[in-house]
């Protein structure tokens, strides 16, 4: 399998994740020309995809999906209540209602020979989920946008190969600027984003010897920069009481206006 992040961030997230015979998205946040673009330099074209996995239906995360299943008639995979939310979103019906795949969390769907368990996530969504996708013996995990996690969220990324993980915001930042308090209580509280430092500590929950690469994504604009969150999350790993350090593996910070390195795994 191979996986690149195409967008994360605040203002747009699409994550490709693939083998030689299959090729799924994990969410469309970013507008229909990028998404094609990017996947040019992967050698495909959309209508090579098998389908658009939508973790939940806020606008960085689905701002690309009207056209593209519009032009390419992409299958959409998302909870019904997601998918619910979406139809109310596409006022217009633009989106072909035969698009709609509903998914269950805990429920394996297979696309080609991946199989992609959605698995419920800590969000301010109709019904958020993050993904496991296998294939073979390949597994990588994509997890963002949750406030908090727990034992749940640690059994279903445990043994991945590759993870990306929200790293979203460096909590004094956030604390002193200029964002409303409103704003900041729903990015501190249980279904907001995941702080650098909560990413570290979700990160030493499910390390082990065979994890191959890290990938910190969906940094805030406003209250993150990179340096700071690979910074954070290995300071957090060289502190953890476990075997390991943060230079036993390769950590990459995804952005938000270029394409990460292709990760084969």
């Known amino acids: 399998m191979r996986f690149a992040s195409i967008a994360s ?9 693939g083998t030689e015979q299959s090729h799924i998205l994990i969410d469309a946040g970013v507008s229909c020309k990028r998404i094609t673009d990017n996947l040019k330099n992967l050698d495909l074209k959309p209508s090579d995809l098998d389908g658009i996995f939508i973790t939940h239906e806020h606008s960085d995360h ?15 995979y998302g909870t019904k209540e997601t998918l619910q939310a979406i139809k109310q979103i596409d006022k217009k019906g633009e989106i072909d209602s035969d698009l709609y795949h509903p998914i269950l969390p805990d429920e394996t769907v297979i696309a080609g020979d991946m199989e992609i368990l959605p698995f419920s996530n800590s969000h301010d969504a109709a019904n958020p989920v993050a993904y496991r996708v296998q294939s073979n013996t390949s597994v990588i995990g994509v997890i963002t946008d949750l406030g908090d996690y727990n034992d749940y969220t640690v059994q279903h990324l445990l043994n991945l190969d590759a993870i990306l993980l929200e790293a979203n915001h460096d909590v004094r930042m ?50 993150n920069y990179e340096a700071l969150a690979y910074e ?26 270029q394409m990460s390195p292709v990760v084969q795994i």
């Not at 961030?9 to 994740?17: E, F, M, R, V």
């Open 174 to 223: 956030l604390e002193m600027g200029s964002y409303p308090y409103y704003l900041k209580r729903r990015i501190f509280g249980k279904y907001g984003h995941l702080s650098n430092e909560c990413a570290g500590q979700l990160l030493n929950e499910v390390l082990h010897d065979d994890l191959k690469y890290i990938m910190l994504g969906h940094l805030s604009q406003e209250n």
């Open 9 to 17: 961030g605040s203002s747009g997230n699409c994550t490709y994740i």
């Open 232 to 257: 954070t999350v290995c300071c957090e790993i060289d502190m953890a009481d476990t075997k390991y350090h943060s230079s036993d593996f390769p950590i990459h910070v995804a952005q938000r206006n």
């Open 62 to 76: 689905i701002q690309g999906i009207r056209v593209l299943s519009k032009k390419f008639g992409i299958p959409l």
